[in-house]
């Protein structure tokens, strides 16, 4: 159980990470992508960017 939380944190890092060069090419800006500000400081959430990147993954495993 203890890797798994390793690689969900290490994940999550990276792609906070990585998040403005994701921006470059599209992550945050599908339809189904939110982000809102509170505070001064602006929330994403890549719902739609997530489910792609979760068919393509899913595509990958099934192709291996």
């Not at 602006?42 to 291996?64: F, Q, R």
């Amino acid at each position: 159980m203890i890797k798994w939380l390793i690689t969900t944190v290490l994940a999550l890092v990276m792609f906070s990470g990585l998040s403005r060069l994701l921006a470059r090419f599209g992550w945050g800006r599908l339809p189904g992508d939110f982000s809102f500000r509170v505070r001064g400081r602006e929330w994403p959430i890549p719902l739609g960017s997530t489910l792609l990147l979760s068919a393509l993954a899913a595509a990958i495993a099934y192709l291996i």
